[in-house]
Nanobody, 123 residues
């Protein structure tokens, strides 16, 4: 199983970036998909999660209203649209897959992880 995250880079405060995570060798449509991030010197934290069908989503309070998670099961890909970026959004962003039946914030419930993509937001 491989999760390949991409789309990170450098953005100015107030700008936007779109992250993608392509999955292979995975029953993608039966997996909860999530995004997490880890800032320098901090623990990895939950960002967003999406249900199998995409009909249910969950967001961290810190990014709610600015970020949108979505998925395309035909392409085995999950996305994270990040708008109104802030310097505190600077982190390595990881996508992950969970066999859970419902969206979850708990990292222990995700069994496959991507390699991470760096997002840097300048002020």
């Amino acid at each position: 199983v491989q999760l390949q995250a991409s789309g990170g880079g450098l953005a100015q405060a107030g700008g936007s970036l779109r992250l993608s995570c392509a999955a292979s060798d995975l029953t993608f449509s039966r997996r909860i998909m999530g995004w997490f991030r880890q800032a320098p010197g901090k623990e990895r934290e939950f960002v967003a999660a999406i249900s199998w069908s995409g009909g249910s989503t969950m967001y961290a309070v810190s990014i709610k209203g600015r970020f949108t998670i979505s998925r395309d099961n035909a392409k085995n890909t999950v996305y994270l649209q990040m708008n109104s970026l802030k310097p505190e959004d600077t982190a390595v962003y990881y996508c992950a897959a969970s066999p859970s039946f419902t969206t979850t914030t708990m990292q222990s419930q995700y069994d496959y992880w991507g390699q991470g993509t760096q997002v840097t937001v300048s002020s």
